[in-house]
């Protein structure tokens, strides 16, 4: 009889072994191994059956991942994983990473070629370059470009994205359902966008942004840069309040 409670004992200890075996490590080998096979929680959590086989997106309303910032890829995936940005999905999907895979398959990510640039004809919408000082919107040419091609540090790429996603994103930003924005940057500049102008700026980005804007569009930039750099007091009266009270 001891020897089969010893025996039992045993058993639950290694079932309390965290440490990773030889099918997890194999799984998450790599960044591509684990955006196509999904990691140690298997292949209903692989990457590519949402972003695409080259991280292309679905062009309808699951974002591109190809050529992004790795370090903005990167803080996307721990936010999930923390919770500080909530999605059902992927959450889930963070979670069952450790924080050394979140970095191997969002560097994997960044270093796809993004998808053939679409010239869009369109010139960008006024409130993309210049903003409106007179509702305290900066413009998102400040931190996303001209043509929406990202600054990197965190100011990641958002031309090509599908407009669903680009509406959803602004509306999350302005009930407050996304928070993870450096100093409620975003928050505070999406918040007095009236409805028309979120659906001017996803379309012209779903179109693959501009690659040739109009002449003023650097002045306006440099203007904006300036608006953006104000002290982060001064945005934060604009961000809407938590859900939580806080």
Sequence with gaps: ??????????????????????????????????????????????????????GEGDGVSTPRLSGLDPGYLQKQMEDYASGLRADDVMSRVARSLDSQSRRAVSGWYARLPSPAEQN??????????????????????????????????????????????TLEQIDRWKSGQRRNDPRGIMAAAVQRLTDEEARAIASWLAAGGSRSAPTHASASSAASIAAAAQPAGARETRRPPRSDGD
């Design 120 to 165: 869009s004809t369109a010139a960008p919408p006024p409130i993309w370059l210049t903003g409106d000082a007179a509702r305290g919107i900066t413009a998102c040419a400040a931190c996303h470009g001209v043509e929406g091609q990202g600054a990197g540090q965190g100011q990641p790429a958002v031309a090509g994205q599908p407009a669903a996603y």
């Design 1 to 54: 009889m001891r020897a089969l409670f010893l025996f039992l004992i045993g058993l639950a200890l290694a079932a309390c072994d965290a440490t990773p075996g030889t099918t997890d490590r194999t799984f998450q080998a790599s960044g591509e191994v684990i955006a196509m096979g999904g990691g140690a929680s298997g292949a209903a959590d692989a990457c590519f059956t949402c972003h695409g086989l080259r």
